[in-house]
């Protein structure tokens, strides 16, 4: 053979052996990278279902902690609303408020109205005692009366009140209001 055609065949050769090499080093390496590529997917995927994990348990946590909490709330909205009329529970806050203000009462009348029936059917169905209040004293009591009263532990709510001024240099203003205060039946 030539020398020429010798070149031409170890070279042509030796691409056939770089080819050959280059597809026997690289078969093992991608068979490791298909298991790397695996083992990557299968992490994501636990690290995808820890973190849904861990916000399901804090979203459990914040659950029972408001449960925890509910104790609080009841006892709260038991004294907002009471179970029951209560009615000298209710004259005690009124006489309270009523010294609190400084004012006189000139008669005090208690009056169970129907129950209230709302759009929203509540668990318990609401019933309303009313209080007749007659009341005296000066102009600024009477208005702080008015706004204690409102703003009391139990929900109360001034339905009508009827000022009277006093005529006289020494008379004392009235009022005379009516007051829903609410329970449950």
Same mark, same amino acid.
């Given at each position: 053979?030539?020398?020429?055609?010798?070149?031409?065949?170890?070279?042509?050769? %030796?691409?056939?052996?770089?080819?050959?090499?280059?597809?026997?080093?690289?078969?093992?390496?991608?068979? /490791?990278?298909?298991?790397?590529?695996?083992?990557?997917?299968?992490?994501?995927?636990?690290?995808?279902?820890?973190?849904?994990?861990?916000?399901?348990? /804090?979203?459990?946590?914040?659950?029972?902690? %408001?449960?925890?909490?509910?104790?609080?709330?009841?006892?709260?909205?038991?004294?907002?609303?009471?179970?029951?009329?209560?009615?000298?529970?209710?004259?005690?806050?009124? /006489?309270?408020?009523?010294?609190?203000?400084?004012?006189?009462?000139? %008669?005090?009348?208690?009056?169970?109205?129907?129950?209230?029936?709302?759009?929203?059917?509540?668990?318990?169905?609401?019933?309303?005692? /009313?209080?007749? &209040?007659?009341?005296?004293?000066?102009?600024?009591?009477?208005?702080?009366?008015?706004?204690?009263?409102?703003?009391?532990?139990? &929900?109360?709510?001034?339905?009508?009140?009827?000022?009277?001024?006093?005529?006289?240099?020494?008379?004392?203003?009235?009022?005379?209001?009516?007051?829903?205060?609410?329970?449950?039946?």
């Amino acid at each position: 053979m030539r020398v020429s055609t010798k070149r031409i065949l170890s070279i042509v050769f %030796s691409g056939v052996f770089f080819i050959a090499a280059i597809y026997v080093f690289t078969g093992p390496i991608q068979d /490791e990278m298909k298991t790397i590529n695996d083992k990557r997917a299968k992490l994501a995927t636990q690290q995808q279902l820890y973190t849904s994990q861990a916000q399901a348990i /804090e979203q459990v946590q914040k659950l029972i902690s %408001s449960f925890q909490g509910s104790q609080n709330v009841q006892t709260t909205a038991g004294f907002a609303m009471p179970n029951g009329e209560q009615a000298v529970s209710a004259l005690r806050q009124v /006489e309270a408020i009523g010294r609190a203000a400084n004012i006189a009462f000139g %008669s005090v009348k208690f009056k169970s109205a129907p129950p209230r029936i709302g759009a929203q059917q509540f668990l318990k169905k609401l019933g309303v005692l /009313e209080v007749d &209040i007659t009341a005296s004293g000066d102009y600024a009591n009477l208005k702080d009366f008015l706004r204690k009263l409102e703003t009391t532990i139990r &929900i109360a709510n001034v339905k009508g009140f009827v000022f009277h001024p006093g005529m006289l240099r020494n008379a004392k203003d009235s009022i005379e209001v009516t007051v829903e205060m609410y329970y449950q039946m």
